[in-house]
């Protein structure tokens, strides 16, 4: 049986993106309505999908743009793990991308996968501290309601992957959590307590490091927010600094011994706050 043209469409869609070709891909997107909400790979991802998952912002851009009052119909499409174009992006951190698509349906950053996980959570459980940032700013639900299906919430998963500057937003943002449970009636102060390397006194420094730990200025943390106004995609070139990786090696280490710490305060006042 002969393929039909759309089939014939779908899978040289998929040959260009795997290719590469992106001029060609956004072309066919953009001049094909009816392949946009097409699964074009075995996991019942889409065009969008795909693009997402390359980390192409000019790609996504175009594609959001283009879909006009279908939007909501494409962007709301979930492959087969229960996953929308957002909830690639915050896994992925892309803050461009998020706000792409936050910005174009608030709603989906509520949207739920086959683990019960919503794009906001997935951010804070791979420790994408901007990507999380700008869903919260976007998102209509200021409530505890991101949690897993093991009951984890937000904070949980952050302090969970050692995401001590996540952490620490979190609770700033969403005070109340410090003394959610989830199904193994953990709260996120018991995870913490589970982590002892997480804390200068479990950590073996040998007699230099701990000279260059004392010595150490690291910026006291505070509230975050998301400006809009910064990662709005436009096709203008972004300043990115690059330091040397053991530079960058030693001064995160540091950084993440003494977040720990200020966490671990922070976690303990907000706590015997509710008490």
Not at 31 to 56: C, F, K, M, Q
Not at 109 to 136: M, Q, V, W, Y
Not at 148 to 157: P, Q
Request: charged share 20%.
């Amino acid at each position: 049986m002969e393929p039909t043209v759309v089939e014939v469409e779908v899978v040289d869609l998929f040959e260009r993106a795997m290719r590469g070709q992106w001029v060609e891909f956004v072309e066919a997107y953009e001049t094909n309505p009816y392949i946009r909400e097409a699964r074009i790979t075995n996991s019942g991802d889409t065009a969008l999908h795909i693009a997402v998952s390359y980390g192409e912002i000019h790609v996504v851009v175009k594609l959001v743009q283009s879909l006009g009052e279908n939007a909501t119909n494409v962007l709301e499409i979930k492959n087969d793990k229960g996953n929308t174009v957002l909830h690639l992006a915050a896994t992925l951190g892309n803050v461009d991308i998020c706000h792409c698509i936050a910005s174009k349906l608030p709603n989906l950053i509520a949207s739920r996968n086959e683990e019960d996980e919503t794009p906001l959570f997935l951010a804070a459980h791979h420790g994408k501290k901007e990507a999380f940032l700008c869903l919260n700013f976007f998102s209509k639900e200021k409530d505890t309601s991101h949690r897993n299906r093991n009951g984890d919430t937000i904070l949980h998963a952050a302090i969970s992957g050692e995401c001590s500057s996540l952490a620490f937003q979190i609770i700033q943002y969403y005070p109340d959590l410090v003394n959610s449970v989830n199904a193994k009636g953990q709260t996120p102060l018991h995870i913490l307590a589970s982590k002892p390397n997480a804390f200068h006194s479990s950590s073996r420094l040998r007699p230099f490091e701990r000279i260059i730990y004392h010595s150490m200025f690291v910026d006291k943390l505070k509230k975050e927010n998301y400006d809009p106004k910064a990662h709005s995609y436009n096709s203008g070139s972004k300043t990115v600094l690059n330091f040397p990786p053991n530079y960058e090696a030693c001064m995160a280490f540091f950084r993440i011994i003494k977040s720990w710490i200020r966490v671990f305060s922070e976690l303990i006042l907000t706590h015997n706050r509710f008490q």
